[in-house]
């Protein structure tokens, strides 16, 4: 598995299973069949409520604590107790270190969340601390204004918003670039769609959701494609043995619509659907 260096120089595998609307026994399972297929980083989060899940399948995976990468976030809602909410994802997962942590959104007392997670870092109960939905501006004024620069930002990037900008200030500020919905949550069928991915897939006896996350992968952004699908879970593992060429990528860049579907922390419905959470 290819990895990439954080700013702390902890290791991080490129290449994730992501859980987002996945629970109980279904999220067990995906998780167990994720793992035993070569993930090693697994996503997960407070308002996703399915850690004990995650956490059983770790269990019955029997993979050493030490080869994994875990990820949780902090649910806005519990900015004012991110400590408490730590200790009890730490409890779930069935572990007694997180690998990285993240606020989920930049909404509430994220300043307070934030300094408790620098806390937490350097107590050793966190390798790495990071956020998630942040924009630029957002991102850089917590960067100026406290201890610790965040590890990783994880926003929502595929085929159809490739985050160019983002990912520029992100590379300037050493912030890893992390994708949630890497095959484009939601208009998933009009990507895998498109002619240039069709053709190129095609070129390389790939499918076009392979394509789509090598394509991140190749432009150095951490990717965590989920499913529930045993077949399509080890398909999304399978892109390590072929590469794009600069052609290729250049027709992928031009699918870019720079449109967000779920991840824009401005917009007031994704506001207002966060909220819900």
Same mark, same amino acid.
């Given at each position: ?14 290449l994730? &299973? ?7 026994a279904?999220?067990?399972?995906? #998780?167990? @069949? %994720? ?6 980083i697994?996503?997960t989060?407070e308002?996703?409520e399915? *850690? ?12 050493p604590?030490k080869?994994l ?7 806005? /809602?519990s900015y004012?107790? @991110?400590?408490?909410t730590?200790?009890a ?15 989920h959104?930049? &909404?509430?007392?994220y ?16 390798r ?6 942040f924009?630029?501006? /957002?991102?850089?004024?917590l960067?100026?204004?406290?201890? +610790?620069?965040p590890? #990783?930002?994880?926003?929502e @990037? ?8 983002e ?7 050493? +912030? ?14 009009e =990507? &895998?769609?498109?002619?240039a991915? !069709? *053709?190129?897939a095609?070129?390389?006896?790939k499918?076009?959701?392979? !394509?789509?996350l /090598? ?6 952004v951490?990717v965590?494609?989920?499913s !529930? ?21 250049a027709?992928?860049v031009?699918?870019?619509? %720079?449109?967000?579907i779920?991840g ?5 419905? =994704?506001v207002e659907?966060a909220?819900?959470?």
């Amino acid at each position: 598995m290819s990895t990439i260096t954080l700013n702390n120089d902890i290791q991080m595998p490129m290449l994730g &299973f992501g859980t987002f609307l996945i629970g109980g026994a279904e999220c067990e399972e995906s #998780v167990l @069949t %994720a793992l035993r297929s070569g993930y090693r980083i697994i996503d997960t989060a407070e308002a996703y409520e399915n *850690e004990e899940a995650v956490g059983n399948a770790i269990v019955k995976s029997g993979i050493p604590r030490k080869e994994l990468f875990l990820v949780t976030k902090v649910n806005f /809602r519990s900015y004012e107790n @991110t400590r408490e909410t730590v200790e009890a994802s730490l409890k779930k997962l069935k572990t007694s270190y997180l690998d990285l942590v993240l606020l989920h959104w930049p &909404f509430g007392n994220y300043y307070a969340a934030w300094r408790e997670l620098e806390k937490l870092y350097q107590e050793g109960k966190i390798r790495a601390i990071g956020v998630s939905n942040f924009d630029p501006d /957002r991102l850089i004024d917590l960067i100026e204004f406290n201890k +610790v620069t965040p590890a #990783v930002n994880q926003i929502e @990037t595929h085929l159809l918003c490739q985050r160019r900008e983002e990912h520029e200030w992100l590379e300037k500020y050493r +912030v890893q670039h992390m994708a949630y919905a890497p095959l484009g949550q939601g208009k998933k069928n009009e =990507m &895998f769609e498109h002619p240039a991915l !069709v *053709e190129i897939a095609k070129a390389h006896g790939k499918t076009a959701a392979q !394509v789509a996350l /090598r394509f991140l992968m190749q432009n150095g952004v951490v990717v965590i494609p989920k499913s !529930v699908h045993a077949k399509r879970i080890k398909e999304n593992f399978d892109l390590l043995d072929f590469e794009l060429s600069t052609d290729e990528m250049a027709r992928l860049v031009e699918m870019d619509t %720079a449109a967000p579907i779920i991840g824009n922390p401005e917009d007031p419905a =994704m506001v207002e659907s966060a909220m819900k959470w």
